[in-house]
């Protein structure tokens, strides 16, 4: 079983939609959650992250983590063509020396 | 400008010739790594550096090595390359590859990427 999964879309969604973007984990020790976001022909970015169970919010962009169930989601409101792109959720834990492990990325498009 | 420099961006050659791909980070971060992207697999850890001469193995080590002599400077090795590491290959560095409360500055910085082609 892969240590985190993703689903790898494409999603397509109008200007204006909710956009709902999921990871799967199979640790339960897994302590620290991001997303990353990388459009076409660039390297990924940081966007957020999370630490622990709990939403954070940024913006239009809210994060959340539900560590009964090792789900890991990305909600982004108010959807703009300029989110298009992929998004990556990334894992952490403390003692992992810099180890990050990557979803496979889920591409999304926002259609005007 | 704070950034992470790899080269070359591009890169075409051919099974079993030796090739370098160097990295260069100017914001005196400690972790290093080394990621290939490939369509269906996502990204997937080479190598991570901590410190200077502090290396481990990420998932996909087999093929490359990497040293860490200086802070900055993070290149992959392809002792033999064959076509199966053909793929787009990045370089990050971080501060703090997580949130640490009190810092502004965490999470990996990724370079540009190299497209590398093995014939």
């Known amino acids: 079983q892969k240590e985190v999964e993703q689903d790898p879309g494409p999603l397509s969604v109008p200007e204006g939609a909710i956009v709902s973007l999921n990871c799967t984990y199979s640790?339960?020790?897994?302590?620290?959650f991001m997303w990353y976001r990388q459009y076409s022909r660039k390297g990924p970015e940081l966007l957020m992250y999370?630490?622990?169970?709990g939403n954070k919010e940024d913006g239009r962009f809210t994060a959340q983590v539900d560590k009964s169930s090792k789900y890991i989601s990305l909600f982004i409101r108010d959807s703009q063509p300029s989110d298009s792109a992929t998004y990556l959720c990334?894992?952490?834990?403390?003692?992992?020396?810099?180890?990050?492990?990557f979803g496979q990325g889920t591409e999304l498009s926002v259609k005007p | 400008e704070a950034q992470v420099t790899q080269n070359p961006r591009y890169l075409i050659t051919v099974t079993g010739k030796k090739l370098t791909v160097t990295c260069s980070q100017n914001?005196?971060?400690?972790?290093m790594s080394w990621y290939r992207q490939d369509p269906g697999l996502g990204l997937r850890q080479i190598y991570y550096?901590?410190?200077?001469?502090?290396?481990d193995k990420g998932d996909v080590p087999e093929g490359y090595k990497v040293s860490r002599k200086e802070k900055r400077n993070f290149p992959l090795i392809l002792e033999s390359p064959s076509p199966n590491q053909t793929s787009l290959y990045f370089c990050?560095?971080?501060?703090?590859?997580?949130?640490?409360?009190?810092?502004?500055?965490?999470?990996?910085?990724f370079g540009s990427g190299t497209r590398l082609t093995v014939v």
């Open positions: 990050a560095s971080s501060l703090s590859p997580f949130y640490r409360k009190g810092r502004a500055n965490y999470g990996y910085t």
């Open positions: 640790n339960s020790a897994f302590q620290y």
């Open positions: 999370t630490y622990s169970s």
């Open positions: 990334a894992i952490y834990r403390f003692f992992w020396r810099g180890k990050l492990i």
């Open positions: 914001m005196n971060h400690e972790y």
């Open positions: 550096s901590m410190n200077v001469e502090v290396t």
